[in-house]
């Protein structure tokens, strides 16, 4: 038990998937896994246990942005033993050839700051995803006909942006989503040598305005759950 996580020991798997909401942890946990469990409650964050094709997982959820997901994140690595972590979520589409449904893997993701700014100093670290995990999942995206793009994206400190020039840059460069999680998942999981892999569905648009209807998107959810479980166990 920590600060934060109210699961005993052995009761979180060594493969956790993190969606932010903690009622979508449930949902995916219900939906995909065998004898799931509820392993945490502790301020709300749910966290469930069970089987996926006779495989360990732990769905959990991470909250909103990287000073919330890095509190778990810490906690599931130093704590509870977790060596791979995948980030299931949403993220806005920041390239006209990436289309609302589209599913993108995050080979990188950069960022302004994130909690762990303070450890690099000058130095401007480049967070990446595992390799084997970007190729499992994207041949279990391409699998399912899922029109998948593999490149950078954007790790956003804010959710409402009052930086619309920032915005232009990352466009330019090529970065192909925003969302506001994975540039500390993947620093972390470099400093701890586990494996990492953000799988992202593009719910809306930047530059085309488009957005996926609300009674869609659980669908859409869902197949990330599951390029995130068949990528792990590959």
């Known amino acids: 038990m920590t600060v934060h ?3 005993k020991p052995g009761d979180i798997a060594e493969t956790v998937l993190l969606p932010g909401d903690p009622y979508r942890a449930k949902w995916a946990a219900e939906t995909y896994l065998e004898d799931a469990k509820l392993i945490n409650e502790v301020r709300g964050m749910l966290g469930f246990t069970g089987t996926y094709k006779g495989n360990p997982v732990t769905i959990h959820g991470s909250g909103m942005g990287m000073p919330s997901l890095s509190i778990y994140v810490n906690e599931l690595i130093k ?3 977790a060596k791979t972590l995948i980030r299931i979520g949403s993220c806005g589409g920041m390239q006209e050839k990436v289309a609302v ?3 993108i893997l995050a080979m990188t993701a ?3 700051s994130t909690p762990s700014r303070g450890i690099f100093k000058e130095v401007n670290f480049a967070p ?3 390799w084997s995990l970007i190729q499992a999942a994207y041949q279990a995206a391409t699998g399912k006909g899922t029109t998948t793009h593999v490149g950078g994206i954007y790790s956003s400190d804010v959710f409402y942006d009052e930086r619309p020039d920032l915005n232009e840059q990352m466009v330019r460069h090529g970065v192909l989503g925003v969302e506001m999680e994975a540039a500390e998942l993947y620093t972390l999981a470099a400093r701890y040598d586990c494996r990492a892999l953000a799988v992202l569905t593009v ?3 930047l530059i085309t305005g488009a957005a996926l209807p609300s009674d869609q998107r659980e ?3 869902g197949d990330m759950v599951e390029i995130a479980l068949e990528a792990a166990f590959a």
Request: proline share 0%; no cysteine; aromatic share 10%.
């Open 5 to 7: 996580i109210g699961a």
């Open 79 to 81: 704590d509870y033993g």
């Open 101 to 103: 449904r589209d599913v």
């Open 110 to 112: 950069t960022t302004v």
């Open 128 to 130: 990446t995803a595992d």
């Open 203 to 205: 719910s809306d648009h």
């Open 219 to 221: 669908r859409s959810f």
